[in-house]
């Protein structure tokens, strides 16, 4: 495969996760904790902030890898590979962390393909 289909590939997956925390994420997670009671104030409306924050970064996420086939500059590409890389890595780390099954927290495992599919096309 050549480097333009790898970060092609790489950001059509970004952008295919985008739209699955958009709409599952919005209905099973931002929803219920925007309506939450339950939680103090402070802390349900920093997590609001922080689920729309994953949505921005995302979003850049896939936005970065179409840059690097446009422009012909993998420091965009990079960017993504090592955005990617922290999403996996963290989501990886954090539902054992935290006690949660890998069915429950899946989100680490699905950055992983963005993360290698960017780190190929780097080596290439």
């Not at 970060?7 to 709409?23: E, I, N, P, S, T």
Request: charged share 10%; proline share 5%; aromatic share 8%.
């Amino acid at each position: 495969m050549t480097t333009q289909i790898l970060f092609g590939v790489a950001g059509g997956v970004a952008a295919l996760w985008l739209v699955v925390h958009l709409l599952l994420g919005g209905k099973d997670v931002e929803r219920p904790l925007r309506t939450s009671q339950a939680l103090d104030p402070v802390v349900r409306d920093t997590l609001h902030l922080c689920w729309h924050c994953v949505t921005v970064t995302v979003a850049i996420m896939a936005v970065l890898f179409l840059l690097a086939i446009l422009t012909a500059r993998p420091d965009f590409a990079m960017a993504g590979t090592g955005l990617a890389w922290g999403f996996t890595l963290v989501g990886i780390a954090l539902a054992p962390a935290v006690g949660a099954s890998f069915r429950d927290l899946p989100q680490g495992w699905l950055f992983l393909p963005i993360a290698a599919l960017g780190t190929a096309g780097l080596v290439l």
